[in-house]
């Protein structure tokens, strides 16, 4: 039998010790080279030698900043919004159809989630260039001369919902699969048209999956680097990016770290209220 | 239904057919990014192999991800046997702190890393990637090997004292040989998460400890190098690889069966 | 002549030297044993049971009731509260598990998934630092001895869950322990298999006539293999007796209840100091201690009563409200004279019987066993 939840209450002492013991190299190791570090942009935030806030009053007086702020949530909301909607049609059908099917599917998402986001990019940078497939096709359309593709918002939107559909397909899928069909049968038996059987049962059913999908894509697109500054326009960037350019360019440290600090907010900000209402151990599941 | 299924079909072109579009690029005659190709030779390759500012960030990679792993694994396995089998108070804020690394936007410890280590003089060093790579490999690799401990059959531990082996001998001759794999995938998460990562190592390892992903992009952003393509293409097989050959090794070895 | 042969020979000897004298003295002695998880509520409530070299006892209850917790300290892996347990007069408790040289058979079988057959079962001899040819030969015999001489470089995904289980039993057995623990071994295998397994393992135990404690929630288990049965609930023994004292003479209405069919009759003593029972009147029975009583009465006891001399007999009317056809066997449910009734009688006796028929039922006076209320 296994010894009930409470059963460390009599043996509290020694146990505790033991457990510390164990976690002590993991938990010294992320202190010095993960909170330090990470506290120190947050110090520098309100340092400039001494303590100041003009960082931050800089920041939220420049409608600059602000439209970078949210220009960042816009493009995380709308490639979210896009990989759900391109994600949830096909893991429906990985779990519905099953078989050969399921396996090709699942292979081609398990190829493009293991294939590093910068190959990716590259690939998206040779299909909207000037000389790539994508102007060729539309010229041969006769929209000519085709507009710049590269270096848009547009174009690192697009790339973005292709680098985290395999996040949100694998999200929904490991939710879906979990589905017993015969609610969805019981729903058609008890008189359900197919499409009511759908949005009456499976949908609510799969909802945890949209949940931590969007949570998963949403926050990851919030701190995306790599993406917006290669494909994206450099007057429109996203937040990750000006903290780059705010680094490398300007070597305004203060001004980075400030930004940082309210990335690194609203992010957790995300991660509470997804914790509020769903529990943080739910998210990778 | 059908309308759905083609649907998916065409979801699945969408995230199939960038991925392939490397492969001919990797073959082009072109020295600039450009599609179709104009002729096809196997020149940059040869470039690729012969040119050190490539090659080394490959080994730079290779042996920070190797590191990285081995440090990695050694932090988690015995966090995770104190997280999964004790009891204890703040247990729930130390898993907070095990995820925390997943959790902060890699931007953002860039930055920190970036004046942290450089008042450490560890800046653009293998050794300061090495240590901000086995952070952020901590969170995942602590799922998976959480996870294998906690599917971990204690009766397993429970028989092999009870057929006379000691608590040591029991933690080597069972608990560790039966929970090997689950810590060995541990690792290899470890090792891709720091092979594949780039915002911290775009930051932090400079020209003399390149990682591949820094190499990569300042090639896509500052040379337009067409060696890029040889890259993608290789590393797009080896993902192919690892992929695919489960189900080859299952209907080759499987079928006589 | 094998090792295990030797085994079996020494522990007869063993129970010969008991016979001859120390009879009195058990072998393994459970004194007031209790747990406690978390030092309020009790798994296990005091338990003692005085076990003979050699016995073959089961541990016989629902599960909560204390039976696996009280084998976990037998076997070292849950330290008691209170209470010693001693083997062959020496107290055990703080003997850590790997030095106490107890069998154990888990009820997953826990064998270890990295070894093959073979060399999981020599694992023990090995923890003792045995010769590895005596290893190999000793681990082969007890393959052997289970009838899977063929399997020893199998692993263990590759056996059946019928091999598995033999060869934890190999396993358990190899080392020549004391005692042999096993945690409902049979739960997980079918029921021509465990029917077969059971066989097996009584087989065993009188080659080798060796200690045994078997944990099951399964009476007919229980009843079939153990020279006497625990039966725990709530944390407490109920009884402590051989299967048919449990099965004729329980001693509380939960051993009446849980162990076979039963049907339970309110006695009192009346003011005349005969006992009736309600519904039936004066039952004409040995009058134990006591004012308050169950009756019980099995319900195969009951028969169909086609007139005749009463005699010892208890008869009454009775009205069918369901019955239930088993094959062999039919249920009556239903009443009669307030009294709600289930009587088993032969099929053969049942083919005239209908829903909603009435009739007389009858039972034996003496076959009324009384509870203390």
Request: a positive charge; aromatic letters at 10%.
């Amino acid at each position: 039998m296994v010894p009930p939840v409470g059963s460390a209450a009599i043996k509290s002492g020694s146990s505790d010790a033991k457990a510390w013991l164990l976690l002590l190299p993991a938990l010294a190791f992320l202190a010095v080279f993960f909170l330090v570090p990470l506290g120190q942009v947050v110090f520098f935030s309100v340092m400039d030698p001494g303590f100041t806030l003009k960082h931050y009053t800089s920041f939220l007086s420049d409608s600059f900043y602000w439209r970078v702020l949210w220009g960042t949530f816009q493009t995380a909301g709308i490639v979210t919004i896009f990989a759900l909607l391109m994600s949830y049609p096909l893991a429906y059908m990985i779990v519905r159809m099953g078989g050969h099917f399921a396996t090709v599917m699942l292979l081609i998402i398990a190829m493009s989630f293991w294939t590093s986001f910068l190959v990716r990019t590259f690939a998206w940078m040779v299909i909207l260039g000037n000389n790539g497939p994508l102007r060729a096709i539309l010229e041969a359309f006769g929209w000519s001369p085709a507009p710049q593709l590269l270096f848009t918002r547009f174009s690192s939107t697009l790339a973005m919902v292709h680098l985290l559909i395999p996040f949100m397909v694998l999200a929904l899928y490991s939710v879906m699969k979990k589905i017993d069909m015969n609610f969805v049968r019981a729903a058609r038996s008890l008189g359900a048209t197919p499409f009511q059987a759908f949005h009456r049962v499976f949908l609510p059913l799969s909802a945890p999956g949209i949940v931590n999908g969007c949570t998963l894509v949403f926050i990851m697109c919030l701190g995306f680097y790599v993406t917006p500054v290669l494909l994206g326009s450099p007057r429109e960037q996203m937040i990750a990016g000006l903290i780059g350019t705010q680094i490398e360019e300007f070597l305004e440290f203060g001004e980075a770290s400030a930004t940082s600090v309210i990335l690194l907010l609203v992010t957790l900000a995300i991660f509470a209220i997804y914790n509020r209402f769903v529990g943080l151990d739910k998210l990778w599941g | 239904m059908n309308l759905v299924l083609a649907f998916a079909l065409v979801v699945a072109l969408f995230v199939v057919g960038p991925l392939l579009i490397v492969v001919p690029m990797s073959f082009s005659t072109a020295t600039s990014f450009e599609f179709p190709p104009p002729g096809y030779w196997l020149g940059y390759y040869r470039a690729f192999f012969a040119d050190a500012r490539w090659t080394q960030p490959v080994i730079n990679s290779i042996g920070i991800g190797l590191a990285t792993m081995l440090l990695t694994i050694l932090l988690v396995i015995p966090a995770s046997f104190a997280m999964v089998r004790q009891r204890f108070f703040g247990r729930s804020a130390v898993n907070l702190m095990l995820m925390m690394p997943m959790i902060v936007p890699h931007i953002v410890m860039a930055l920190g890393y970036y004046s942290y280590f450089s008042h450490l003089k560890i800046i653009h060093s293998p050794l300061g990637v090495v240590l901000a790579h086995t952070c952020l490999s901590v969170p995942v690799s602590y799922l998976i090997i959480a996870a294998a401990l906690k599917g971990f059959d204690r009766n397993l531990e429970r028989a092999a004292m009870n057929l006379g082996a000691g608590p040591l001998r029991t933690f080597w001759e069972v608990t560790f040989p039966v929970l090997r794999p689950g810590f060995l995938i541990g690792g290899l998460f470890a090792f891709i998460h720091s092979f594949d990562e780039a915002v911290v190592a775009i930051f932090i390892s400079g020209q003399a400890a390149s990682t591949l992903p820094r190499k990569m992009f300042d090639s896509i952003r500052i040379e337009a190098d067409p060696i890029i393509s040889v890259v993608s293409t290789l590393l797009f097989g080896v993902v192919l690889l690892a992929v695919i050959s489960p189900l080859i090794w299952r209907v080759v070895v499987k079928r006589p069966v | 002549m094998t090792a295990l042969d030797s085994r079996a020979n020494s522990a007869a000897r063993g129970m010969l030297a008991g016979e001859n004298g120390t009879m009195t003295k058990a072998y393994l002695e459970i004194r007031d044993l209790v747990k406690s998880y978390d030092g309020w509520q009790k798994a296990v409530r005091g338990i003692s049971l005085d076990i003979q070299k050699g016995e073959f006892v089961s541990f016989l209850g629902p599960s909560g009731s204390g039976k696996t917790t009280t084998l976990m300290m037998v076997a070292g892996f849950e330290k008691p509260t209170a209470g010693s347990i001693r083997l062959g007069g020496r107290e055990i408790a703080p003997v850590p598990p790997h030095q106490r040289n107890i069998g154990m058979v888990f009820q997953n079988y826990a064998l270890f998934p990295h070894m093959t057959a073979a060399e999981n079962v020599g694992f023990p001899l090995r923890m003792r630092k045995r010769p590895a040819a005596e290893i190999a030969k000793r681990a082969r015999d007890a393959l052997a001895m289970v009838g899977l001489a063929d399997f020893a470089g199998r692993q263990p995904r590759e056996l059946s869950g019928g091999q598995q289980q033999r060869v934890a039993l190999a396993r358990a057995l190899v080392f020549e322990p004391d005692v042999l623990l096993l945690d409902e071994p049979l739960g997980a295998l079918d029921k021509n298999l465990r029917e077969h397994m059971q066989v097996e393992i009584k087989r065993i135990h009188r080659e080798l006539g060796i200690t045994t404690i078997y944990v099951t929630h399964d009476q007919t288990e229980a009843m079939t293999m153990s020279d006497r049965i625990a039966v725990f609930s709530q944390g407490a023994v109920e009884q402590f007796a051989p299967p048919l004292d449990v099965y004729l003479r329980p001693a509380t209405r939960f051993v009446g209840g849980f162990v076979g069919d039963s049907n339970f009759l309110d006695v009192t003593r009346g003011t005349d100091g005969g006992l009736t029972a309600a519904g039936l009147g004066a039952l004409d029975l040995p009058a134990p201690e006591g004012d308050r009583f169950h009756g019980l009465i099995r319900p195969e006891a009951i028969g169909v009563w086609r007139g005749g001399e009463a005699g010892e007999h208890c008869i009454v009317s009775f009205t069918v409200e369901a019955l239930v056809n088993y094959g062999d066997s039919v249920l009556l449910i239903g009443g009669g004279h307030g009294l709600s009734l289930r009587a088993r009688i032969p099929f053969v006796q049942a083919t005239d019987i209908h829903e909603g028929n009435t009739l007389q039922l009858a039972w034996r006076r003496r076959d009324m066993h009384l509870i203390p209320a």
